[in-house]
């Protein structure tokens, strides 16, 4: 039995793509994958962060099949690639949390370690680059409070305890601790005023935090940081001012004009191809949730959510996933023929690719053969298959995004 295709089956049989799965099928979506490369390599462009990069398409036609892709395409890139699902846990409103969650699922290419560990790792046993990054962070334009460079400095003094060092690299990760730990830290070091270390407003520390962590894996040695992001469509269930600070924050990730940028990270998001028509359209969210932010005094938040909610209508328009046609489903499904064959060391016969319907999708088709083989393998030819079709939920929940980006968030 070969242990990644059976892991690759395994994951395309419960829906959910996994690394082994992607490497094994692959993708035949050349145009999205162009402008990826191409997004990665201005990640670093003299003059301004490059626009980030969304997909869209139907429940079950790839989305999260190609966000997996692409974070593998960027690992050859060496990039470290971080992938969040937006959820209850993880609300697009919310950016500490969303960073909490970028920097848990953080893998570093062709290493295991914990990224940001890992990085620092990196850094000390390079001390010309973490001289580099010190500079960096230091720097006028660098738009980090002094609590970073703070940060630096304890980590490189020899007499640092090994408690209060997992301490510091917990809250670059996005942990919690009080301007008075750093405050006896630096005197236990010698330091005791060399730097200002008050914190910085929740949502302020969230972007430096994210700025500071690009900077980070950049002098480590990485190409940059990749983030993806995985069923934006449920801000559609949001109330209408967090749905508006979740449309800010994704421009902001996204780099969109008027956004601060972070510089070394590319962004990815996926989302269905009906949340124009069925949330942005039929909520009138340009109008109102621009107007709404404006009389809260959110000036900028205003301008940051319609230049997200543009840049989803063009991408539903640009670089929807289409349905399969006849040649890629032939394709796939002999692929898909040689993975079962290999993970089960058993002769899987060739099938037809099946009835093209006009809403029949990618993830239908391959469970649809997967169950086939699977019942002439036990010796159940005479099984039937159902399907069904699942559609989009948009309905609003005030829970969903609750964060302390938003917390004067109102139903309606």
């Not at 470290?80 to 970028?102: H, M």
């Not at 560990?117 to 006028?140: C, I, Q, Y």
């Not at 400095?153 to 060092?165: G, M, Y």
């Amino acid at each position: 039995m070969n242990l990644e295709a059976r892991t690759a089956i395994e994951a395309l049989r419960a829906g959910v793509p996994n690394r082994a799965a992607v490497r094994l099928m692959a993708t035949a979506e050349s145009g999205i994958e162009h402008a990826f490369d191409e997004l990665l390599g201005a990640v670093w462009a003299e003059g301004a962060a490059p626009r980030g990069l969304g997909i869209a398409g139907g429940f079950g036609t790839g989305k999260s099949h190609m966000l997996t892709y692409l974070g593998e395409v960027a690992r050859t890139h060496n990039f470290v690639v971080s992938r969040v699902v937006v959820s209850k846990e993880t609300p697009l409103a919310d950016p500490a949390r969303l960073f909490e969650a970028a920097m848990r699922s953080a893998a570093l290419p062709g290493r295991n370690d914990d990224a940001l560990a890992g990085a620092l790792a990196a850094l000390r046993a390079a001390p010309e680059r973490f001289d580099a990054l010190e500079a960096a962070v230091r720097a006028s334009d660098s738009r980090l409070a002094p609590i970073f460079a703070a940060i630096l400095f304890l980590l490189r003094r020899p007499t640092l305890s090994p408690e209060t060092a997992r301490r510091c690299e917990r809250f670059l990760a996005g942990g919690r601790m009080a301007s008075t730990v750093f405050r006896q830290a630096l005197a236990g070091v010698g330091a005791p005023r060399m730097f200002d270390v008050k914190l910085p407003g929740t949502a302020d520390l969230a972007a430096q935090r994210i700025r500071f962590a690009g900077l980070l894996f950049h002098h480590a040695g990485y190409a940059g940081w990749c983030l993806l992001l995985d069923e934006v469509e449920l801000i559609g269930r949001y109330t209408p001012l967090q749905r508006g600070v979740a449309y800010a924050w994704l421009a902001t990730w996204l780099g969109l004009e008027g956004a601060v940028p972070f510089p070394g990270v590319a962004t990815v998001y996926a989302i269905t191809d009906d949340f124009v028509a069925a949330v942005i359209e039929h909520r009138q969210d340009t109008e109102r949730l621009s107007e709404r932010l404006l009389l809260k005094g959110r000036e900028q938040e205003s301008l940051m959510a319609v230049a997200a909610i543009r840049h989803i209508e063009d991408v539903v328009q640009r670089h929807r996933l289409p349905l399969p046609g006849l040649e890629e489903l032939t394709r796939d499904c002999r692929r898909l023929r040689e993975i079962y064959a290999s993970a089960y060391d058993w002769p899987a016969p060739e099938l037809t690719p099946g009835e093209r319907t006009a809403t029949r999708t990618m993830r239908q088709y391959i469970k649809a053969w997967i169950t086939q083989w699977d019942m002439l393998r036990l010796g159940d030819a005479g099984g039937a298959i159902f399907e069904e079709t699942v559609r989009s939920n948009y309905d609003e929940d005030e829970g969903l995004g609750a964060s302390h980006a938003a917390p004067d968030d109102e139903p309606g």
